[in-house]
């Protein structure tokens, strides 16, 4: 069951490619959030808001998206094995989400390209936490690559990653365990015991795939500014989110990260490649084709070794 083939995984990117997310399609990601809130207040209600309730809430969430991944697919395989065939690619596919980043990226770039600022934070503020209503030019661009570098581990890297190693189910579970950190791995007075187990465990299913997607940036420039990226990524609070946005801040000689604002509440953050210039709008399509690179260089990399597993697995 958790065996993929390497044409399941070129049919999922290829459907990620071509049809993105559909709104009015089953997803994952929506079923995951349609579970979480119900499971939230039954946890709450007999748990209370601890860390340990807070892992409790994290089994029942993913472990109810497991147990009907495995329902199904036993379901369509007793019909005919080829449709839970199908299955996998269809969990596989929508755990990407390559088209929709690119889609969102373009959606700021172009008004921003216009001179629209208005219209540019409008969509920005669709991407990002931080506060966007008095970003300028610069500032909206800076925003914008910052969020596509975490993104291209979250949103493909890293669920293709745990494809490869886990199948189906591996990539299912690492897209909910990413949801639910979106939703309740926040440090505020709510979240911050309850959701401390979820934004822990996103983070160990991260680790590895944010440094093979650094890995991936540099191997096209000969790992010439690999050490100056491992020691500016650990100084981001996350432990993860730093390796992408520093590898993009030094493949385009880009200035990234510094202060941003939350809720009109000021939060310094690191700064990677100090010496770089300022982000222009310009440097939108230039992140753009960082990401297909880091992209194209991971899924070839990635089928590499499926391929290897098929050979050495029975």
């Known amino acids: 069951m958790w065996k993929l083939e390497p044409a399941q995984v070129l049919l999922a990117i290829a459907l990620d490619l071509l049809l993105g997310d559909p709104r009015d399609w089953p997803h994952v990601t929506r079923l995951v959030g349609n579970l979480s809130s119900p499971c939230e207040r039954l946890v709450s209600r007999f748990a209370g808001r601890t860390i340990v309730s807070g892992a409790i809430f994290w089994f029942l969430v993913c472990g109810a998206m497991l147990a009907l991944y495995v329902a199904s697919r036993a379901m369509l395989a007793a019909i005919a094995p080829r449709l839970a ?3 996998d690619v269809a969990v596989i596919y929508q755990t990407l989400a390559a088209a929709d980043l690119h889609r969102h990226v373009r959606a700021v770039f172009k008004p921003l390209r216009a001179g629209d600022l208005g219209a540019a934070r409008a969509r920005l503020a669709m991407i990002v936490g931080r506060d966007t209503a008095s970003l300028d030019e610069s ?32 990539a299912l579970l690492y897209r909910a ?32 795939p944010a440094r093979l997607c650094a890995a991936a940036s540099e ?5 010439r500014d690999w050490r100056r990226i491992r020691r500016e990524a650990s100084a981001h609070a996350s432990p993860n989110a730093g390796w992408s946005e520093a590898a993009l801040a030094f493949a385009l000689g880009v200035r990234l990260g510094g202060d941003n604002s939350y809720d009109g509440l000021l939060v310094r953050g690191p700064i990677f490649h100090a010496g770089g210039r300022a982000a222009r709008v310009d440097d939108i399509p230039a992140s753009l084709r960082w990401f297909w690179s880091v992209i194209a260089l991971c899924s070839t990399s990635f089928l590499a070794a499926l391929i290897g597993l098929h050979r050495i697995l029975p």
């Open 177 to 208: 365990a990413n949801t639910l950190d979106s939703m309740v791995g926040h440090r505020d007075e709510r979240y911050e015991k309850f959701g401390k187990f979820s934004a822990r465990a996103d983070d160990a299913l991260s680790w590895i």
């Open 85 to 87: 065939w199908f299955f």
């Open 219 to 223: 191997a096209f420039r000969n790992f």
């Open 139 to 170: 500032e909206i661009s800076r925003a914008t690559m910052e969020s596509l570098a975490e993104s291209t581990n979250d949103g493909f890297v890293a669920p293709l990653f745990w494809g490869v190693v886990a199948g189906a189910p591996g």
